[in-house]
Each structure stands twice: as C-alpha cells, then as structure tokens.
C-alpha cells in the first residue's frame, strides 16, 4: 500500500481500532451498560430507535444550518466593517470579546423568555456561537495587508475602497473559508445546548429524554449521531474551502 493510501485509510483504521479497543475494554472489566455501553450496544439502540434519531437528527441539522448560514452573512459583514475601519475596530472588539466571554448556555433562557420554547432558541443560539470566529478570521486577513503595498497602491491612485474589493476581500478568503470549518461544527454546539435546555425536538432533546429514562445506549447513539453529522458538514466545508482558495494552499495538506 502507497503512503497517499495509508493517509487516506488512516482515519477509518484509527476509528475502527478505537471501537475495537473500546468494546474489549467494555466486555472484558465487565463494565455495566448504564455506566459505558459497549459499541455493539450503542449499534443496537441506533438500529432500534433509528427512527426517533433520524428525524432528531433532521431537526438538529436544520437549526445548526440556518444559524450557521445567519452567521456567516454577519460575521463575513462585521469582519469586513472592522477591517476596513480602525474606529470600528477599537469601537466593537471589546464588547465582542466581552459577549463571547459569557457562556452561550446562560443566554438561553433570555431567548426562551422572548422566543418561546422551539426552533428560534436553538437557531440563535447555533448563530451566537459561530458568529465569533468568523469575524475575526476576517478581520484578521484584512489586516494582514501589508502597509507597503497599501502605500504602492495608493501613489498609483488607488483609493480606499479600491484596495479593500482588488487586495483585501480576496487576501482575507482563505481566512474566511478556513473559519467556516470551526463556525460549523460551533453551531451544533450550540443547537445541542439549547435543545437540552429549551425544546420539544432535535438530538439534544432526545438526549435528554433517554437520560431521564436511564437509556444509556440512546444517549450514546445521540452523540454518534452528532458526531456523523458534524464530520459531514466539516467535510463539506474542508471541500468549500479548497474549491475556493485551493490557489492559497501550498500543499496538499488541509
């Protein structure tokens, strides 16, 4: 087998030993189902609840969506008005840098308090969560404009807004797409914690149901079913990104 072989077989061999190991550490200590369920035991609860997983799971991808989508149309915005002025910038960082400090947890219930317990909760609440990164990757790749060629593009009669559309938007792109990797998988974070807090569908309610009902393996299947979701949609922002900006990449390395 070639070395770009191995690479590309590494994550499934590495997930496969994980479960193997895991299941023989399950069985042989002889651990109970309530404390770890074996990986067999979690396949079963998959296969014996699939439906229940399968529209949560629709559910939780739809609000992460929206609220990832929401977040990108404001942070690419707000990054820009922050790259492009310097008032701007000292102006709304700290209360940026302040607001991202509170826990996305303890705002829930505000939202529940003027939304109402359901989707919008938990689709703020994703959009507050992958909002951050996105701004500043982007305001960081317009800052990374050297002072020199801004200096060589104004003595050639290039105004302000000339430099941020021809040197600047497309300099921060790579930034951007990268960010959009962090934002996506941010926002399930953030529609789990408001499902388990305020909502009547979705995997993090579902999680919680099977908590109460000391469904362990249900539980488990939740977090396998987050975990899929979340590595498609990486994937799928990992390939947004190199179709993109694959001009920025030097190597075939994501």
Not at 37 to 49: F, G, H, L, N, Q
Not at 87 to 115: C, D, E, R, T
Not at 160 to 173: H, Q, Y
């Amino acid at each position: 087998m070639t070395n770009d072989r191995w690479i590309k077989a590494a994550p499934w061999l590495w997930t496969i030993g994980l479960f193997v190991v895991w299941e023989a550490a399950c069985k042989g200590l002889d651990i109970a189902v309530f404390i770890l369920p074996a990986p067999t035991d979690i396949w079963a609860a998959i296969v014996k609840y699939w439906s229940p997983i399968w529209k949560n799971s629709l559910q939780t991808l739809f609000t992460t969506t929206v609220g990832f989508l929401l977040a990108v149309a404001g942070g690419l915005a707000l990054g820009l008005a922050i790259g492009w002025s310097r008032a701007i910038y000292a102006g709304l960082y700290p209360l940026m840098i302040g607001f991202n400090s509170v826990p996305k947890v303890a705002v829930v219930p505000i939202l529940v308090i003027w939304f109402g317990i359901g989707t919008v909760p938990a689709v703020l609440t994703a959009f507050l969560i992958a909002f951050f990164p996105i701004v500043v990757n982007v305001a960081t790749g317009l800052a990374t404009i050297e002072p020199e060629m801004e200096d060589v593009l104004r003595a050639l009669g290039a105004k302000k807004m000339d430099i941020m559309l021809k040197v600047g938007i497309p300099r921060s792109m790579p930034y951007f797409f990268g960010s959009l990797k962090i934002a996506i998988t941010l926002a399930f974070v953030g529609s789990v914690i408001s499902e388990t807090v305020a909502a009547n569908a979705g995997i993090g309610h579902m999680m919680l149901a099977a908590q109460s009902q000391f469904n362990v393996p249900l539980v488990w299947a939740g977090l396998v079913a987050l975990a899929v979701l979340g590595i498609v949609m990486y994937a799928a922002m990992a390939w947004l990104e190199m179709r993109m900006t694959g001009w920025a990449h030097r190597s075939g390395r994501q």
